[in-house]
């Protein structure tokens, strides 16, 4: 149950700070940020890289499969403008729901939900993940000019769209035929998205010491855990 119950909680958590505590200092976010990166990049090398490689029958099929997960998050990004990694401009002038951004980062969530009933390290890992996601469009759909209906529409489907993936993995038999090869694909999914966080944190790709503690803190964290 708390596979399904604690992503949809995560999206929930992050648009209430959002909504009530309003925080107006963007660095913040961006080292909450740098920290979901650096945890779920350390998670996904940890335990589900090997997780996958062990149930593997051929090697470089697998490898295959984890590249091509690197290539539909690159993909969807197209579509998205990188809103997977916090990376979301805002605007007072947009009139029309952005059903592209919308479709990409909800395919996004479905797949993460995939691998997380495996262990609570990768479910971790995803919380970790989506909680400044969820902050960072929660402040988009607020400064935009989106009715409140489309907000809570929008929201709410990007919080079920995790616990759907998790469902369907489990009770997909024709999923769980390949089950193994869609984990391949979130690992590549995994591993971009939480390394172009970590570059695209910092400014000038310098990072400060703040958000290199931050990631550190991460890594050995997710090490331990």
Not at 138 to 143: D, E, G, I, M, P
Not at 196 to 222: D, R, V
């Amino acid at each position: 149950m708390k596979h399904y119950l604690l992503p949809f909680l995560a999206v929930v958590l992050g648009f209430v700070t959002v909504y009530f505590l309003k925080p107006q200092r963007p660095q913040q976010i961006k080292i909450l940020l740098s920290f979901s990166g650096g945890f779920l990049l350390a998670t996904t090398i940890f335990n589900l890289f090997p997780e996958v490689y062990e149930h593997s029958e051929n090697m470089k099929t697998t490898g295959l499969f984890v590249v091509g997960g690197m290539l539909i998050q690159i993909f969807l990004e197209y579509f998205s403008k990188g809103a997977e990694h916090g990376h979301v401009h805002h605007t007072k002038n947009q009139q029309s729901f952005p059903l592209l951004l919308f479709g990409s980062l909800f395919i996004h969530s479905f797949l993460e939900g995939f691998p997380i009933h495996e262990g609570h390290e990768i479910l971790l890992g995803v919380l970790i993940h989506k909680i400044p996601v969820a902050m960072i469009m929660a402040t988009f759909l607020l400064k935009s000019s989106f009715s409140r209906s489309q907000i809570l529409i929008f929201l709410g489907l990007f919080s079920i769209a995790t616990p759907l993936g998790s469902y369907a993995a489990t009770n997909f038999e024709f999923l769980s035929t390949y089950y193994h090869y869609i984990n391949a694909l979130v690992v590549g999914i995994f591993l971009h998205i939480s390394t172009t966080i970590l570059f695209e944190s910092s400014e000038g790709h310098k990072y400060n010491i703040a958000k290199l503690i931050s990631i550190l803190s991460a890594i050995g964290l997710a090490y331990f855990i």
